[in-house]
């Protein structure tokens, strides 16, 4: 009786890796599957803090991917050895901060290290030939098997008929034959085969799974290590900047003002690690200040909130300012009115 | 049977998820495990996980600002 392959697949939770999933189980491959979680993916839940996508589904897509499978999933946090891939990426970043093709190679070397723990035999991932512009090129492939040490263990099920030979399918643990050749841009293929499995619900994040990969995002990370003088982060810097408006009235000080309620919540579990504000005498919105501002920043940073609140066309507005130990005290502001706010204070 | 808390406060998903693996790989079939988050999306991810791994969600707990899910490790 032959041995039972094992094959660990990545997992997104984009159409692609679910395919290529589904394509190696049904080859009679034990696949389970792995998602690595840097911090900047792109989630759902993310997107739920603020109301205006409350309609998406609030859910996991690697989850939800795993679960129509049937496979098991390991989420593996590689927060802080990502760093480094961040922000030395040999291969440099792509349209925005995206170092792409050094995070493929590196989510390929882990997965090649955890095969090796777990005794399994393979690894595929969903990638296509074309499909997007860094990772995904023909002479990318090549890189990321070699770079991560994966070399002939990597078979990437969705275009391996354009690719050489891999190890699985000259043991013949898969049949080559039953593999397929996409390339390119177009989804129709995936489309197509999505449909022979019978997947209906399935998600296409049309702006990637990373939020590296959008402009707004990555200027916001481009300003906190300029403002910081040095390239590091942690997770919290990370969280925080996919939230509020930001604003930089002077290099030593930002102001994060929430956009709407859900903003505000998920903002109101910094509140001991920032000096805070909102607007006493009307509604208005959480600000938090990061950096050291002095008393006057503090009042450029009242009257920004205040410009933020309902109170907005008001003479005066009553701000109050928490410091990070809880006291407080009330100052009475004039609101910025929309065209005082130098343009470059936004990032 | 042992009973354990876990705090997952301030994390965003997936984190509230994998500090829950992370924790369920250190204790032994039968015991429970209560996580408290503040991300509302662990209410999907947490049972899913749960599904998927094969441990059965006992309880789920939501007031306005706190999701608490007691589960029991398979």
């Given at each position: 009786?032959?041995?039972?392959?094992?094959?660990?697949a990545?997992i997104s939770g984009g159409l692609?890796s679910l395919?290529?999933a589904k394509?190696?189980m049904?080859?009679?491959?034990?696949v389970e599957g792995i998602n690595?979680?840097?911090?900047?993916?792109?989630?759902g839940?993310?997107?739920?803090?603020?109301?205006?996508?409350?309609?998406?589904p609030k859910r996991n897509n690697a989850l939800w991917s795993a679960e129509q499978l049937g496979i098991k999933l390991h989420i593996?946090?590689?927060?802080?050895?990502?760093?480094?891939?961040?922000?030395?990426?040999?291969?440099?970043?792509?349209?925005?901060?995206?170092?792409?093709?050094?995070?493929?190679?590196?989510?390929?070397?882990?997965?090649?290290?955890?095969?090796?723990?777990?005794?399994?035999?393979?690894?595929?991932?969903?990638?296509?030939?074309?499909?997007?512009?860094?990772?995904?090129?023909?002479?990318?492939?090549?890189?990321?098997?070699?770079?991560?040490?994966?070399?002939?263990?990597?078979?990437?099920?969705?275009?391996?008929?354009?690719?050489?030979?891999?190890?699985?399918?000259?043991?013949?643990?898969?049949?080559?034959?039953?593999?397929?050749?996409?390339?390119?841009?177009?989804?129709?293929?995936?489309?197509?085969?999505?449909?022979?499995f019978g997947f209906e619900d399935f998600a296409?994040?049309?702006?990637?799974?990373?939020?590296?990969?959008?402009?707004?995002?990555?200027?916001?990370?481009?300003?906190?290590?300029?403002?910081?003088?040095?390239?590091?982060?942690?997770?919290?810097?990370?969280?925080?900047?996919?939230?509020?408006?930001?604003?930089?009235?002077?290099?030593?000080?930002?102001?994060?003002?929430?956009?709407?309620?859900?903003?505000?919540?998920?903002?109101?579990?910094?509140?001991?690690?920032?000096?805070?504000?909102?607007?006493?005498?009307?509604?208005?919105?959480?600000?938090?200040?990061?950096?050291?501002?002095?008393?006057?920043?503090?009042?450029?940073?009242?009257?920004?909130?205040?410009?933020?609140?309902?109170?907005?066309?008001?003479?005066?507005?009553?701000?109050?300012?928490?410091?990070?130990?809880?006291?407080?005290?009330?100052?009475?502001?004039?609101?910025?009115?929309?065209?005082?706010?130098?343009?470059?204070?936004?990032? | 049977?042992?009973?354990?808390?876990?705090?997952?406060?301030?994390?965003?998903c997936p984190?509230?998820v994998?500090?829950?693996q992370?924790?369920?790989?250190?204790?032994?079939?039968?015991?429970?495990?209560?996580?408290?988050?503040?991300?509302?999306?662990?209410?999907q991810d947490i049972p899913a996980w749960c599904r998927i791994n094969g441990h059965?969600v006992?309880?789920?707990?939501?007031?306005?600002?706190?999701?608490?899910?007691?589960?029991?490790?398979?």
């Amino acid at each position: 009786m032959s041995k039972q392959r094992k094959a660990v697949a990545l997992i997104s939770g984009g159409l692609d890796s679910l395919l290529a999933a589904k394509t190696i189980m049904d080859q009679g491959i034990q696949v389970e599957g792995i998602n690595f979680f840097t911090g900047f993916c792109v989630e759902g839940h993310t997107h739920a803090i603020r109301k205006k996508d409350k309609a998406k589904p609030k859910r996991n897509n690697a989850l939800w991917s795993a679960e129509q499978l049937g496979i098991k999933l390991h989420i593996v946090d590689i927060i802080e050895e990502y760093k480094d891939v961040l922000i030395n990426p040999k291969h440099g970043y792509g349209a925005n901060m995206n170092p792409c093709l050094d995070c493929k190679i590196f989510m390929v070397q882990k997965a090649k290290e955890w095969i090796k723990e777990n005794d399994f035999d393979f690894i595929i991932t969903g990638e296509v030939i074309g499909q997007r512009p860094m990772s995904q090129r023909r002479e990318t492939m090549p890189i990321i098997a070699a770079e991560s040490g994966a070399d002939d263990l990597l078979l990437r099920p969705l275009c391996a008929q354009n690719l050489p030979m891999t190890l699985p399918e000259r043991e013949g643990w898969v049949d080559r034959e039953k593999l397929h050749d996409f390339s390119g841009r177009s989804r129709k293929p995936q489309m197509a085969l999505a449909n022979d499995f019978g997947f209906e619900d399935f998600a296409q994040p049309a702006g990637g799974c990373c939020f590296l990969t959008d402009k707004s995002y990555s200027d916001k990370l481009v300003d906190l290590w300029s403002a910081r003088g040095r390239k590091e982060y942690d997770l919290d810097d990370v969280m925080l900047l996919k939230v509020g408006r930001h604003i930089r009235p002077k290099q030593h000080f930002k102001v994060i003002v929430a956009r709407e309620d859900g903003e505000a919540r998920f903002m109101q579990g910094y509140k001991k690690d920032f000096i805070n504000m909102n607007c006493a005498s009307h509604r208005g919105p959480l600000a938090m200040v990061d950096g050291a501002p002095t008393e006057e920043d503090l009042l450029v940073a009242a009257q920004l909130t205040a410009r933020y609140g309902q109170g907005r066309d008001a003479e005066l507005v009553d701000v109050t300012i928490r410091e990070k130990d809880g006291t407080e005290r009330t100052v009475q502001v004039k609101p910025f009115k929309g065209d005082e706010i130098p343009k470059e204070w936004f990032i | 049977m042992t009973k354990e808390l876990l705090n997952a406060k301030r994390l965003l998903c997936p984190l509230p998820v994998i500090r829950t693996q992370d924790k369920v790989k250190t204790m032994q079939t039968g015991d429970i495990l209560e996580v408290v988050c503040t991300d509302p999306g662990v209410m999907q991810d947490i049972p899913a996980w749960c599904r998927i791994n094969g441990h059965k969600v006992l309880e789920t707990l939501t007031d306005e600002m706190e999701y608490t899910i007691i589960l029991e490790v398979g």
